[in-house]
């Protein structure tokens, strides 16, 4: 009976290498995002966490320059995530061209996502911001802060590597359509990350004064 049980259950299983009807790059993609989202999760709450504890947490971010350009940082970051929709589109119609065209023009969109976050960073750092200390409050900000960010701009960085190696791989037909999804959902995680970032860090730290 039991016998019979498991030839009835193998002759239904239609599932083959992909029981989740996933491809095992898209699967191991989606294991890598959730994963890292605990990552960020616990640096945000951590993030949040000191904040709220102290007492005289510093404001060091005016509307202008360093609001501004992290608005402005935040408006190219999701202008990448436009272009790279559209490169997973043209490469789902077998477009290889524009496809690779598309992902260049996200590659452009995070190296001036990066561009402007250094030197946001090299102000601070100017202006006397440490991992140990800063001119306006609470030690912690400089440390908090640099970790935070910094990840995400590790990420970005990795990203723009993984997305060049998918669009020579592309360019030349060594890659398919799923391998520009996948890159595109890593590409998508980035810029969510930074939609929790940028008003955390920078919007509930403006300066009044």
């Known amino acids: 009976m039991a016998e019979a049980n498991v030839g009835e259950l193998t002759a239904t299983w ?19 995002i959730l994963s890292d989202s605990l990552t960020f ?18 404001t060091p971010f005016h509307l202008w320059p360093s609001v501004t350009m992290a608005t402005l940082m935040t408006v190219v970051l999701l202008s990448s995530s436009l272009t ?12 290889r061209p524009r ?14 996502f990066i561009v402007l976050h250094v030197n946001e960073w090299l102000d601070l750092i100017h202006e ?3 991992l140990w200390e800063n001119p306006w409050g609470v030690p912690l900000f400089g440390a908090t802060f640099f970790t ?7 990420h970005v960085a990795t990203g723009l590597i993984y997305l060049g190696v998918v669009a020579a ?11 520009v999804e996948v890159s595109g959902l890593y590409w998508h995680f980035v810029d969510l990350v930074w939609m929790f970032v940028f008003p955390l860090v920078y919007l509930l730290s403006i300066s009044m004064q």
Do not use: C
Request: proline share 2%; glycine share 16%; charged share 15%.
């Open 84 to 95: 790279m929709v559209l490169g997973v589109s043209a490469s789902q119609r077998g477009d």
């Open 128 to 130: 006397g911001v440490r």
């Open 148 to 154: 935070l960010t910094g990840l995400h701009m590790f």
């Open 169 to 179: 791989g592309v360019s030349r037909g060594r890659f398919t359509h799923e391998d």
């Open 41 to 58: 999760s616990a640096l945000l709450i951590g993030y949040a966490y000191v904040r709220m504890a102290s007492d005289n947490w510093p």
């Open 14 to 32: 239609e599932g083959g290498v992909s029981p989740y009807a996933v491809g095992h790059k898209k699967l191991g993609m989606w294991l890598f």
């Open 99 to 112: 496809a690779v065209r598309y992902i260049l023009f996200t590659i452009l969109g995070g190296l001036a």
